[in-house]
């Protein structure tokens, strides 16, 4: 199975700030990669799909980026909201494998 | 509106067989795939398996393949996740969740969660 490395696991930060999340995958992935959202209590959700893709209604501080196996997602100015913990997904290949998430705090 | 329904929290004991749904409803059901995903207390997200609705074809995680088992009813745009016998490690929350149907095959709508809790 493919494993997929997302560091850091966690981070602090302040609102307004631009903060930085990677994934790492065990081999090579094309684009195929989507990262979710999840807040305490509540389902996932898509924010990026196909490594870049923003999806409809999500704010564009919102990015994607990455091919192969290297992968980030960005968040240009972050808003009190965008607290929560972010998860990477391959969906490339079966079985489809997340990463361990990125625990965002406030600092 | 694209919309997966989860039946309600589960509490049940160690040996006894459950089975959990997912009811999609805004779109044609047999389309798209379904997805389950486990969280367990605390952890991340594990992706256990999906199924095609039309066909009812199976792809199972190595790390659930034969502990559970996943189903559609169509005609009622259903899925379901079941167990014969459970054990405290299913504690978890389930999610469904659906494929997006195309050349990329991401997660798009997820349900709202199903807590199963298994304890003597």
């Known amino acids: 199975a493919i494993q997929m490395t997302q560091s850091p696991s966690s981070l602090s930060a302040s609102v307004g700030d631009r903060v930085t999340f990677t994934c790492r995958a065990s081999?090579?992935?094309?684009?195929?990669l989507g990262w979710y959202q999840q807040k305490p209590g509540k389902a996932p959700k898509l924010l990026i799909s196909?490594?870049?893709n923003l999806q409809s209604g999500v704010p564009s501080r919102f990015s994607g980026s990455g091919s192969g196996t290297d992968f980030t997602l960005t968040i240009s100015s972050l808003q009190p909201e965008d607290f929560a913990t972010y998860y990477c997904?391959?969906?490339?290949?079966?079985?489809?494998?997340f990463g361990q998430g990125t625990k965002l705090e406030i600092k | 509106e694209v919309q997966l329904v989860q039946s309600g929290a589960e509490v049940k004991k160690p040996g006894e067989s459950l089975r959990i749904s997912c009811k999609g409803s805004?779109?044609?059901?047999?389309?798209?795939?379904i997805s389950w995903v486990r969280q367990m207390p605390g952890k991340g997200l594990e992706w256990m398996g999906r199924?095609?609705?039309?066909?009812?074809?199976?792809n199972y995680s190595p790390s659930f393949q034969g502990h559970v088992t996943i189903s559609t009813d169509k005609s009622i745009g259903t899925a379901y996740l079941q167990w014969s016998s459970v054990k405290a490690s299913d504690t978890a929350m389930y999610y469904c969740?659906?494929?997006?149907?195309?050349?990329?095959?991401?997660?798009?709508?997820w349900g709202q969660g199903t807590l199963v809790t298994v304890s003597s």
């Open positions: 997904l391959q969906d490339y290949n079966y079985p489809y494998t």
């Open positions: 081999q090579g992935i094309r684009n195929d």
């Open positions: 969740a659906r494929h997006h149907s195309g050349a990329y095959w991401y997660l798009d709508y």
């Open positions: 805004g779109y044609r059901f047999t389309s798209y795939w």
């Open positions: 199924i095609d609705p039309e066909d009812s074809y199976t």
């Open positions: 196909a490594a870049s």
